[in-house]
Every structure is written in C-alpha cells, then in structure tokens.
C-alpha cells in the first residue's frame, strides 16, 4: 500500500523518471568504466591473444578503408565547396588550402570517421558480441576456464584505439587530396598554391590535436561496444537493442570527448 | 564429487530455493524438471557460472565461493560442458574441438590433431574437421559439442539439455553417446533434460526440481516408482497433477 496521496502521484512521475535515467545512465557509464579497468588490468604484452588482435585489426582496419576513404575524400571537397563563396568574394585563394585542412585535419576528419568507424565497426562488435553472448558462447569461454575479458575485449579495443588512429592519418591524406582536387576544379586554384597555402600557415600540432581525437574516439567506441555486446539480453530482439545503444552511446561519447577533448587541446 | 548445501539462488523471484544435492564421483545424475524449474541455473551454479546468494558448492573438494578468479578457473578445468543451443565458436569443427586444448594446454600441434581425430571418431564425426559447423545439422552440433566438452578429458562434464530439438533417434544415439563416454572415461556427470524415458536409461541417479526445490532424488527406478504427486505426473507425462 503506498503512502503517497494520489493527487501527488503525477506530480512524482517526472522526477522518478528523471531518476531513473540518471540510474541507467550511471549503471552503463559504471558499467564501461568497470570495463575499461578490467582492461587495463590485462594490458600486458604476453597475456594478449596475438592471433586474435591480428584478426582485428584487418577486418576492422583494412576493411573500413574503402568507406572512410571515401568519407575522407567527400569531406575535404565539402570544406573547399563551403569556402568557396568567400574565396571568390574576397579573392582569397591564398588561404583556401589552409582553411579547408585546417579544420579537417583538427575537427571534421577524426569526427567523421569515427562516425563511419562507429557505424561500420562498432555496431558489427556489439552485434558480434551480443550473438555471442545470448547463445552461451561467453558463458562456454568461462566453462573453459577462458577469460572472456583477456579472450574477446582487450584484442577488440587494441585494434579499434590502433586502426581509429591509422584510418585518421590515412583519411587525413585522402581528405587533402579531396580538397586540392576540387579547389583545382571549382575554383582554378593550383594545386602548389593550395598545399603550400596549408603547409606554410598549418602546425604539426593541429595534425597531432586531430590524432589524439581520433584515439580518444576509438576507445570511446571500442569500450561501448563492447560494455554493450557483453551486456546483452533477450536473445535476437535484445542483439538488435544493444547495437541500437551501442551505436547512439558511442556517438554521443565522440561528441562529449569531442568537446572536451577541444577545450583541452586548444 | 559434486555437492551442493542449502542452494538459494534468485533473479526476480526465486529460482533455487534450498537445493542440497550429492553426486557421486563415476555417477551419471539427471536433472529433470518441468520448464522454468532452474535446472540450468543448477547446472551454471555447479558450473561457477553462476554464484548463487546462499549455500555451498564444492567440486572435487574445493568450495567454489572461497576461489578467486584464478582458483575458479582451476576449477573449471576439470569441467567439461555441453550447453543447450551448443554454444559453438565461429570456427571450423577442428578449431572448435581444439580451442580448449590449444588455449589452456602447451601440446606438440600433432597431439592436438590426434585428440581432436579422435573425438570425432569417438562422436560418429570423422573427417568433417574443416566444416562450419553452422551449415551442420543439430545432431551433429551436438555432438560436436560433446567432443569440445570432452576433448581435455574432464573428469567432470555437464549437459545442458543434450537432446532438444532432437528426434527420437538422434536423442537416443546422444544419450548413448554420454553413456559410451561416461563408461570409457569414468567421468562423473550431470545431466539436465526434460526428455525424461531417454535421460533414465541411461542415469545411475535421478533429482527433480520444481518452482526452485528439489522434491525428489533418488535411483531412476525409484523416480519411475515415486508416488510423488510431481514427480509422478512428470515422469510418467500425465495430464491430470499438480504440475
């Protein structure tokens, strides 16, 4: 019987939800943390599965290159496609090289791609994961007294942090060559003047800011993915729940580290 | 080999309530019970998959809430286990049954592909190393699962359900499977099946769960003989009882 008068019973409803998901939120940032430790605690050299961080980081390495090259490439022709009517109007063709980088290379890249490698990568994890977990899979690893962290986690963060950050420098690449092919074309501006108009006015360390998001973003995904894919119930209909959460999680994460991670390293 | 003291085990609502149970060492045990019963939690308790809230489970001596995780994972070597919806990797046969050996035991590359030969001999399979075992049949994945179980030669191996979905007479050529093995390895294993006249042909001894108690243990002749209203009902699939 509840001591509560019924007239204050809606008045309660909103911040007993409030409190509830303030409850879930902290249960899964609890639970990714406690995650993030156990894998820390495994991080030794000897004690992780070559083959299987092998095995990892080519399928979700290698395999992502064909998409992110493509969004690497897109991208560095958007930045040049937004500066153009500013270019023409004030003539400023000096400075297209360096605007167009500049903020792929700092921003719009790494953000991207971890979008991209979130979609592709994280989501193909927590489904993979989840499977396994709703079909006794995690629970044989244990019965064969085969640690589920050490066997399944600590590879899969390795080769997300590693290849986010390689598909970075190599989308980095591709973004500039996206830019220098379409200032050529839409604006006439020579290739040399766009990239020594980048050269001269970009900084290694807005290349670095860029890299250091990326990782930052890798195992934002990585950590959800996995908390996510080893959290999962309900068999089929709680695989698909979990990628769903995994996926908005990790890309709400990016943009928390995103902002953070701007402050930080302006 | 296998004991477990005052078991209480719950999720939402409880699930085991009170379980004390003894298996002993070269004993075939089945668990059987109507659906939703905890006989697989039972199972993953003995397991140490599962921690229950109360109680004692000791295997082969050792109290498993006293391990910590390495102790535990000791434990869990000398268990083998079949799960229900076999719980196979995403590997070939071969790298299935060879997982455990390969992961947890140092052996020239030549050994592990003698046992894992064998086994598949042992289970009806040979030769069907490099198929996927997704594109198998269930007998089959069963099976396949019993080689994986069996393949470090535990001496303790548990059975989740070895025949749903099963026929008739893959059932029983399962059954007889556990049988042949449990005989030629001298294992002490536990059983847990809601295919009642194929689990008691082949059981030294039977316990039945209902709503998370254990209502009754004792011989398969004696539960074929038991005036247990459940337990009767049960194993003798009638309509009309308490279940």
């Known amino acids: 019987m509840s001591a509560t008068p019924s007239s204050a019973r809606p008045l309660l409803a909103i911040p007993r939800r409030i409190g509830l998901v303030v409850i879930a939120l902290a249960d899964q940032l609890g639970g990714a943390g406690m995650l993030l430790g156990q894998v820390l605690v495994r991080l030794r050299p000897r004690r992780i599965d070559r083959y299987e961080l092998f095995r990892n980081l080519h399928r979700m390495g290698v395999r992502s290159l064909p998409i992110i090259a493509a969004t690497a490439a897109f991208t560095g022709g958007i930045m040049v496609i937004q500066a153009a009517p500013f270019v023409e109007k004030y003539n400023a063709k000096n400075f297209v090289g360096w605007a167009a980088t500049f903020t792929t290379f700092r921003e719009l890249g790494p953000l ?87 050269l001269e006015r970009l900084d290694t360390w807005d290349f670095l800011v860029g890299l250091i998001k990326s990782l930052l973003f890798g195992l934002m995904i990585a950590l959800m993915s996995c908390y996510y894919g080893l959290a999962t119930r309900g068999g089929a209909p709680g695989v698909g729940r979990a990628v769903n959460a995994s996926v908005v999680a990790s890309a709400a994460g990016v943009f928390v580290a995103d902002y953070l991670s701007t402050f930080v390293l302006e | 080999m296998i004991r477990l ?38 199972l993953k308790v003995v397991a140490g998959l599962v921690r229950p809230e109360r109680g004692k489970v000791y295997v082969d001596g050792e109290e498993l809430g006293e391990l910590d995780d390495l102790g535990l994972a000791s434990v869990r070597r000398k268990i083998g286990m079949l799960f229900q919806n076999y719980a196979l990797f995403d590997m070939t046969v071969f790298e299935n049954i ?71 007479v893959t059932s029983q050529k399962i059954y007889d499977l556990i049988r042949d093995e449990q005989r030629a390895q001298g294992t002490t294993v536990m059983v847990i099946s809601s295919d009642v006249s194929g689990v008691l042909s082949i059981a030294d001894r039977v316990g039945m769960l209902h709503e998370g108690e254990l209502v009754f243990d004792g011989t398969a002749e004696e539960a074929r003989d038991s005036t247990i209203p459940a337990v009767r009902q049960f194993v003798h699939g009638l309509v009309e009882g308490p279940l």
């Open chain 1, 112 to 198: 991207l791609i971890a979008l991209i490698f979130n979609g592709r990568v994280g989501a193909n994890n927590t489904a993979e994961l989840g499977t396994m977990k709703v079909t006794d899979q995690v629970d044989a690893l244990r019965a064969l007294a085969i640690d589920p962290v050490g066997y399944l986690v600590v590879p899969r963060v390795i080769a997300m942090v590693v290849m986010m950050v390689a598909l970075c420098v190599i989308g980095d690449a591709v973004a500039l060559g996206g830019a220098v092919l379409t200032a050529d074309l839409l604006l006439d501006v020579d290739p040399r003047i766009f990239l020594s108009s980048a």
């Open chain 2, 5 to 42: 003291e005052d078991i209480h085990k719950r999720y939402r609502s409880p699930v085991l309530r009170g379980i004390d149970l003894h298996v002993p060492a070269g004993c075939i045990y089945a668990l059987i019970g109507p659906g939703a019963s905890g006989k697989s939690v039972l």
């Open chain 2, 98 to 168: 060879a997982f455990p050996l390969r992961r947890l035991y140092d052996l020239p590359d030549t050994e592990v592909r003698e046992r894992v030969a064998e086994r598949l001999a042992r289970v009806a399979l040979p030769g069907t190393e490099d198929r996927d075992p997704s594109r198998m049949s269930g007998g089959q994945k069963k099976r396949i699962g019993v080689a994986r179980a069996t393949v470090a030669r535990p001496p303790i191996v548990l059975y989740d359900e070895p025949t749903a979905g099963l026929d008739p």
